[in-house]
């Protein structure tokens, strides 16, 4: 089933490739936000299912959470089911930062992102001295606990308490972005231009920026934690994972790159609660207890451990799948009413498939497939002679 | 000039002793092999002097540093490389990955750096280089791309082989290098080692259960039993230590 021979990496075949590849994920990404502005509501089989760009934004936001999550879990090997805790923290301070101190909210990943670090990194160390389960349930206890840490008395006049905080910032878009006129364009297309409305609302406007904004912090996130991950740093962490004591007797120091990992996972995790923040313009302390840390794992396995593309997967995959499996109330296709929590029934029935089915997750999947249809040969470094 | 040297090294595992007042020197330059039967105690010497296991007493030092001073990550970056008998590489990496991983100790791009880009594009090109060459060495770049997982034993030993080389060590400890070799194998292994020992002027630690190798290759043999040397000296020397003769005729029984 080979459609094209295998090209050589770094040829110009592939670069051309490469660079197509990349031009249209670019115009679906810049697209996307118009066509489902005005929320997109199918009927399928019988049920009515929602796609809207606030949806979509949040699983933006999931992604990067995923992303974070995936550089302690899926590439150093420790089990963390806290990762909500960070998640929580970086929207929190956000939040505060925004309501008191009136920052902006892109300007308060300034303090998030060393902030989260450095508590990544004192969250590592007891990490240094248990594995497996142990730091599994460790981590889900420091999740567990956060909802009741934001209610505090002594703190509850910062954080909210049960109430949660209201965050009192707009994100506006600015005059100069052309967001009507291309919704003008594009309702002018002939066909497709129909699903797009002919101008936007206020809100309109100001979820579409909240996407571009939001997409945009998502890609450089994935941007840097693929340069950190594709090198020695990287190597270094999946060999911790893979074989601790090879690691250690080719000189990785697995104390400092453990810590060091779940640093840049706090910090990623950070930045994706500014995101959920960013998007719902509201913090509350249930939204990042251990549900959600559950959900991360689920959408880090789905997606795929260890793979950049399985958190934009993962990220997807545990915003809609709940959202669809709920919207969908007669058995496809009968009318047989169905009733009950449904939603986490799917997203259930889907991980087991997705760990029996793909064991790698869906990137993995993905990977294969591109590998059959779009060969890659790898190329031996240019200085060399054979 | 003696590079490395184990003086009363003592490791107990509960009731086992399983190395007991080990004292030996290997000559910098030199081949020294390490045999004895099956429990002997040889992997365990290994793993005190890369700092996987403590000795409950003794020392070891490497040109003259003490090296049970040190932290198990430290000990390659300090010249000395391994294999391991059971393998310790990195299945879902592929052998060159595996073999870049090697020259951890002598590269230095961190998270930070590697983030921004800052540089790590020349490092990244140059490990890829020596792993490259590495791997030319050893006749293993048809395999360059291959996931570690899925390759023949003696690959994967040779994979470590290399890995351990890309270290640049001064001292090699090679733990059973000819397992899974066939008989003709086992010879052009015993060139090869030679030959990497004197291009890369290296010193090797030598534990093997093929005789015939290590008494070609090595200019002095240390014979182990119940964790206690019992003979040491040339080839000719141990071969017909009546000691080493009731160890392996009794380990036979
Ligand atoms: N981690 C450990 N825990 C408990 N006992 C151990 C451990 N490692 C080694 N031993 C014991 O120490 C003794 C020496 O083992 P070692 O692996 O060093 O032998 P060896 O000479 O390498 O044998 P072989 O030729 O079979 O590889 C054995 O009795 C072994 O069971
Ligand atoms: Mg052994």
Not at chain 1, 109 to 125: D, E, K, S
Not at chain 1, 278 to 302: K, N, Q, R, Y
Not at chain 2, 9 to 18: K, L, P
Request: hydrophobic share 50%.
């Amino acid at each position: 089933m080979r459609a094209m021979g295998a090209v050589a990496a770094g040829s110009r075949q592939h670069r051309r490739r490469q660079i197509i590849g990349w031009v249209l994920f670019a115009l679906v990404v810049a697209l996307i936000p118009f066509l489902i502005a005005e929320t997109y509501s199918p009927t399928i089989f019988g049920n009515r299912y929602t796609f809207g760009l606030g949806n979509l934004s949040q699983a933006i936001a999931l992604m990067v959470a995923i992303l974070g999550l995936n550089i302690a879990t899926g590439y150093s090997g420790q089990l963390s089911l806290g990762h909500s805790f960070f998640v929580g923290s970086g929207a929190y301070l956000t939040a505060v930062l925004v309501n008191e101190f009136h920052w902006s909210y892109l300007s308060t990943l300034g303090v998030v992102v060393p902030g989260l670090f450095v508590f990544g990194v004192l969250f590592g160390i007891p990490a240094l001295r248990i594995q497996g389960l142990y730091l599994g349930l460790l981590t889900f206890a420091v999740a567990a606990v956060f909802p009741s840490i934001i209610r505090l008395d002594e703190i509850k006049d910062r954080t909210g308490g049960s109430n949660g905080l209201l965050i009192e910032s707009d994100l506006e878009p600015p005059t100069w972005a052309p967001l009507d006129t291309v919704t003008g364009w594009l309702h002018a297309i002939p066909g497709v231009g129909s699903r797009v409305p002919d101008g936007l609302t206020g809100r309109q406007e100001e979820a579409v920026y909240k996407y571009f904004l939001l997409v945009i912090v998502a890609l450089v996130c994935f941007w840097l934690v693929r340069n950190i991950l594709a090198g020695r740093v990287g190597r270094a962490l999946v060999a911790i994972r893979d074989n601790q004591l090879g690691a250690a007797a080719n000189g990785v120091n697995l104390a400092a790159y453990k810590t060091l990992s779940f640093g840049i996972s706090a910090a990623v995790g950070g930045v994706a609660g500014t995101m959920l923040a960013m998007h719902s313009g509201f913090v509350g302390p249930d939204e990042f207890g251990f549900s959600m840390a559950i959900l991360l794992i689920v959408g880090l396995i789905v997606g795929g451990a260890g793979t950049l593309h399985g958190a934009v997967v993962g990220g997807l995959a545990i915003q809609f799948v709940p959202v669809w499996s709920s919207q969908t109330q007669t058995l496809p296709g009968t009318d047989v009413a169905l009733e009950g929590p449904y939603g986490t029934a799917i997203l259930g029935g889907l991980l087991i498939a997705i760990i029996f089915a793909l064991p790698g997750g869906a990137a993995q999947g993905f990977r294969r497939i591109k590998s059959q249809l779009m060969p890659v040969a790898p190329q031996p470094p240019t200085g060399s002679t054979g | 000039m003696v590079l490395l040297d184990v003086t009363g090294v003592t490791v107990r595992f509960g009731g086992v002793t399983a190395l007991r007042d080990l004292s030996f020197t290997v000559d910098e330059g030199s081949i020294c092999g390490l045999i004895g039967p099956n429990g002997a105690g040889k992997t365990t010497l290994f793993n005190v002097v890369s700092r996987v296991y403590d000795a409950q007493e003794g020392a070891v030092a490497f040109e003259g540093a003490d090296l049970l001073a040190r932290p198990a990550h430290a000990i390659s970056g300090l010249g000395i490389g391994r294999t391991f008998q059971n393998l310790a590489l990195w299945p879902g990496m592929t052998v060159m990955q595996n073999v870049m991983v090697g020259a951890h100790h002598r590269s230095s791009i961190g998270a930070l750096r590697a983030a921004l880009r800052w540089g790590s594009g020349r490092e990244e090109a140059s490990l890829a280089q020596t792993a490259w060459d590495a791997l030319e060495e050893l006749s293993l770049t048809d395999v360059a791309f291959h996931p570690a997982a899925g390759l023949p034993f003696g690959t994967l030993k040779r994979v470590e082989l290399a890995r351990a080389l890309v270290s640049r060590p001064r001292l090699l400890m090679l733990d059973e290098p000819a397992t899974g070799l066939t008989q003709t194998e086992v010879g052009e292994l015993a060139d090869l080692l030679v030959a990497l020992a004197q291009r890369h002027s290296l010193t090797l630690l030598l534990v093997e259960h093929h005789m015939g190798m290590v008494m070609g290759v090595s200019d002095k043999v240390v014979v182990l039993d119940f964790g206690a040397k019992i003979a040491e000296g040339s080839p000719a020397e141990v071969q017909n230590d009546p000691a080493v003769v009731e160890a392996y005729l009794g380990a036979e029984q």
